[in-house]
């Protein structure tokens, strides 16, 4: 795609998007020239969802991007996915987290992470349950990790044209991050995001609080994959 256009894709969607509410720029199955147009044109913060992928992007892009793994972390991955990303959004189960914080330990780091709710439809998603996640958080399995940052929740709608699907289960997203900063976060003001919304669906995701949108082909264009 050309350099005027990921441009302006960034201006047009940034102008859309309200003030607060940040734009993680997807740039997975997408080269590094894409990548640095959109970073020429103010972009920071990149996500991918692939580790090996990230590593290498890593290292041919300018140091101050801020890289956020959005993909299922396999538990082979998650040393290099430690020491590649700025935040993993995609934490979605107790045994990963705890993964992570043994590796940010090992390498002296504080991560930041999002956990990952299912609130969609399909199986093939992951991520926590919403009983799931409170379960876990009441009976204390998420404690006593102090090389891991908690910073929000995660999440992915379903893919469909439905918009009062995706609206509700947005709305789900949003309820679940209420009660759980409320109940378990509140003395945190990390614990503050909302990662949710994608090209299809973002100003819907924005209308439920979403601090953290994750667009790609709406700047990027399609992926050949
Ligand atoms: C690919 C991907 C996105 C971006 O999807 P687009 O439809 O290209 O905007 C967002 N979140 C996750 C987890 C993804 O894997």
């Given at each position: 795609?050309?350099q005027t256009?990921?441009s302006?894709?960034l201006?047009?969607i940034?102008?859309?998007m309200?003030?607060?509410?940040?734009?993680?720029?997807?740039s997975?199955?997408?080269p590094?020239?894409a990548l640095?147009?959109?970073?020429?044109?103010g972009?920071r913060?990149?996500g991918e969802n692939?580790v090996?992928?990230l590593?290498q992007?890593?290292?041919?892009?300018?140091?101050?991007?801020q890289?956020?793994?959005?993909?299922h972390l396999q538990?082979n991955?998650?040393?290099v996915?430690?020491?590649?990303a700025?935040?993993i959004?995609?934490v979605?189960?107790?045994?990963?987290l705890q993964?992570?914080n043994?590796?940010a330990?090992?390498?002296?780091?504080?991560i930041d992470?999002l956990?990952?709710?299912?609130?969609?439809q399909e199986e093939?998603?992951s991520?926590?349950g919403?009983?799931?996640?409170?379960?876990a958080?009441?009976?204390?399995e998420?404690?006593?990790?102090?090389h891991?940052?908690?910073?929000?929740?995660m999440?992915m709608a379903?893919l469909?044209?439905?918009?009062?699907?995706?609206?509700?289960?947005f709305?789900?997203?949003n309820?679940?991050?209420n009660?759980?900063k409320?109940e378990?976060?509140a003395?945190?003001?990390?614990?503050k995001?909302?990662?949710?919304?994608?090209?299809?669906?973002?100003?819907i995701a924005?209308?439920?609080?979403a601090?953290?949108?994750?667009?790609?082909?709406a700047?990027f264009?399609?992926?050949?994959?």
């Amino acid at each position: 795609m050309a350099q005027t256009l990921i441009s302006d894709n960034l201006r047009h969607i940034k102008a859309l998007m309200p003030s607060g509410v940040e734009l993680v720029a997807v740039s997975k199955f997408h080269p590094v020239e894409a990548l640095r147009q959109a970073y020429d044109a103010g972009q920071r913060i990149f996500g991918e969802n692939r580790v090996q992928e990230l590593a290498q992007k890593v290292d041919l892009m300018p140091a101050d991007v801020q890289w956020h793994m959005i993909g299922h972390l396999q538990t082979n991955k998650v040393r290099v996915a430690v020491r590649c990303a700025n935040m993993i959004e995609s934490v979605d189960s107790v045994r990963l987290l705890q993964l992570i914080n043994k590796e940010a330990q090992r390498i002296d780091k504080v991560i930041d992470v999002l956990l990952q709710l299912h609130v969609a439809q399909e199986e093939a998603k992951s991520g926590f349950g919403v009983g799931e996640l409170l379960q876990a958080l009441t009976v204390g399995e998420l404690d006593g990790m102090d090389h891991v940052r908690v910073c929000g929740l995660m999440a992915m709608a379903s893919l469909t044209d439905d918009e009062v699907q995706i609206d509700r289960e947005f709305a789900i997203v949003n309820d679940t991050f209420n009660v759980v900063k409320e109940e378990f976060y509140a003395d945190r003001p990390e614990f503050k995001h909302i990662s949710m919304g994608m090209s299809h669906d973002w100003p819907i995701a924005v209308r439920h609080g979403a601090t953290l949108v994750r667009i790609g082909s709406a700047i990027f264009g399609p992926r050949q994959y």
